[in-house]
């Protein structure tokens, strides 16, 4: 399949610890900014995606909140933090389709209290404790931080994988982050601070997690044609992929030494029909070091077991041969599930990322990932259209 | 037969029944660990699977386990000091267990120094309050 869709909008609303504001108001507060960067209103819009973070509480009625009327395609989408991607794919497909004209995918949460600290906004899946299922979380494996580290520490046994590479994936986050004013945490950080950070779940650090940020981001996707005619560059959506492993806890899974991305990441690349020697700039979903590291493996920016290496090298961080999260990403910038690398890779495919701006930037390849490594999306993005 | 209870530690969490795992927790009473097994694959498959995860075969049984395995991997949770009382660190792990399947498990008595992938883990068993009888892992 081919596509001819493309991002035309994106917002992005104040960002962190910003308190006092409903999910449902930063969805509108995001869409309304996408629209005008496109250079669109709000009646042109006539598809609608929301995806509701961990607190799950805006949803597709946010239609009628926004005043729309004759909405051609609208849906609640959840596939955690591979949901960003998902809903662009759904959105190409949808004005491929000829189903809707101008379509608005939106990601908004707003975990944080004031008062209260950012990991209590997650505390751990809201689960009854009943039943078999509900084993892994009585023993303590309920929030991501522990679920992230045992999947870690397999990759660290079977590789040889330290905690100074992930912490040269912290590092390079917020070196990015200090070239994007936009960033939440800007501070500079040392390998050292890295390692001197408390412990979390062993092995990861504090600044092996990413932050908790309240907000919304949405974008406007809609046909190149369209797309051509407003206001901002388009991004081209070149190709797409999921994959989604379907773990089983039993001998011979590859938990935490392979995720969704071996299979999502080649199969964008074919629909896109570029190689991953080609991509220029890489925004991946980085809830943890780990993550990204693992992900670079997997869409194989380097080989199999040799991603701690790859990252210590200095290869994602600027100045680099393979910039990777440019603007800090969930490590440093901000947390808004898949929509944290997706609106980066807009930035950066239009070219006006600023200071952080990758010069080549031709082809940008921006990942989702939820669960813990169990769902992932891919998408490939250009400033060109394809062919063209 | 009575059963030897290990003191319920801090971190670990009740958990009641439902229909589905009643079979499970009467033998858990009893100090037996069952798991799930398909007799047209004959391949084990964890507590809580409704099907063969190796052949999706819908055939499932309850069947006992040796209870015996090895240590996949684990995380430490250095845990919070309240009040007068130490941060308690918490030790959970994946293992392995000699019939295939994983189980996750607190490892309540284990020393970090200890922790070391292959390490040998016997199930043992604990009952929070208001909680059924739940396993729990010992380094062997």
Redesign the interface.
């Known amino acids: 399949m081919t596509t001819r869709a493309a991002i035309a909008g994106l917002g992005i609303t104040e960002m962190g610890k910003v308190y006092g504001r409903s999910a449902t108001d930063f969805a509108v507060d995001a869409i309304s900014r996408a629209a005008a960067d496109a250079g669109l209103s709000l009646a042109d819009i006539d598809g609608l995606y929301v995806n509701p973070g961990i607190k799950n509480d805006t949803d597709l009625r946010l239609q009628s909140t926004l005043g729309m009327r004759n909405t051609r395609v609208l849906a609640t989408i959840q596939g955690f933090g591979s949901s960003a991607g998902q809903m662009v794919q759904m959105a190409a497909m949808a004005i491929e389709a000829g189903m809707a004209e101008v379509v608005a995918c939106v990601y908004a949460d707003a975990p944080l209290t004031e008062g209260k600290r950012a990991g209590a906004a997650y505390p751990g899946q809201a689960r009854a404790?009943?039943?078999?299922?509900?084993?892994?979380?009585?023993?303590?494996?309920k929030a991501a931080p522990?679920r992230y580290?045992?999947?870690t520490?397999?990759h660290m046994?079977a590789y040889g994988t330290t905690s100074e590479q992930l912490g040269a994936v912290a590092v390079a986050a917020r070196q990015w982050a200090q070239l994007n004013p936009a960033a939440q945490m800007r501070e500079p950080m040392t390998l050292e601070d890295h390692q001197s950070s408390?412990?979390?779940?062993?092995?990861?650090r504090l600044l092996d997690c990413c932050l908790v940020s309240n907000g919304a981001v949405a974008v406007i996707v809609t046909s190149a044609e369209r797309a051509a005619t407003l206001a901002q560059p388009p991004v081209h959506v070149w190709g797409w992929g999921q994959g989604h492993p379907g773990y089983?806890?039993?001998?011979d899974?590859e938990f935490?030494l392979v995720t969704g991305a071996a299979q999502s990441g080649p199969e964008a690349l074919k629909m896109a029909g570029v190689g991953v020697d080609e991509i220029d700039v890489r925004e991946l979903y980085d809830c943890f070091t780990f993550t990204t590291l693992v992900t670079l493996e997997d869409y194989g920016f380097c080989a199999k077991g040799e991603g701690g290496e790859f990252v210590a090298s200095g290869a994602i961080a600027p100045g680099g041969s393979h910039p990777t999260n440019t603007g800090g990403g969930e490590l440093s910038s901000f947390y808004m599930w898949g929509m944290t690398p997706l609106s980066e890779a807009v930035i950066q495919a239009r070219g006006q990322g600023g200071e952080r701006q990758v010069p080549q930037h031709d082809l940008v390849m921006v990942s989702g990932n939820g669960g813990v490594l169990d769902f992932h999306s891919t998408l490939i993005l250009s400033p060109h259209q394809k062919g063209k | 037969m009575t059963l030897t209870l290990i003191d319920a530690p801090a971190?670990?969490?009740?958990?009641?029944?439902?229909d589905?795992?009643a079979p499970?927790f009467e033998a858990s009473a009893e100090g037996r660990l069952l798991l799930r097994w398909s007799p047209s694959s004959d391949a084990?498959?964890?507590?809580?699977a409704r099907f063969c995860?190796?052949t999706q075969a819908a055939d499932l049984e309850w069947r006992e386990s040796t209870g015996a395995g090895r240590l996949?991997?684990?995380?430490?949770?250095?845990g919070r000091a309240k009040d007068d009382q130490p941060a308690v660190a918490?030790v959970?792990?994946?293992v392995?267990l000699d019939e295939?399947?994983?189980?996750?498990?607190?490892l309540p008595q284990a020393d970090?120094a200890d922790l070391a992938?292959d390490a040998a883990v016997r199930v043992a068993w604990s009952q929070p309050e208001g909680?059924e009888v739940?396993?729990?892992g010992l380094l062997v």
Do not use: C, Q
């Not at chain 1, 404790?129 to 494996?141: H, Q, T």
């Not at chain 2, 971190?11 to 439902?18: E, F, N």
């Open positions: 404790m009943k039943g078999v299922g509900s084993l892994p979380f009585a023993a303590g494996l522990e580290a045992v999947a520490r397999r046994h408390r412990m979390i779940a062993d092995p990861l089983v806890n039993r001998r899974s935490g | 971190g670990l969490a009740p958990v009641v029944r439902d589905f795992s499970f084990w498959s964890e507590p809580a995860s190796v996949v991997t684990w995380t430490v949770k250095p918490t959970i792990g994946i392995e295939g399947p994983w189980l996750s498990l607190l970090a992938v909680s739940l396993p729990v």
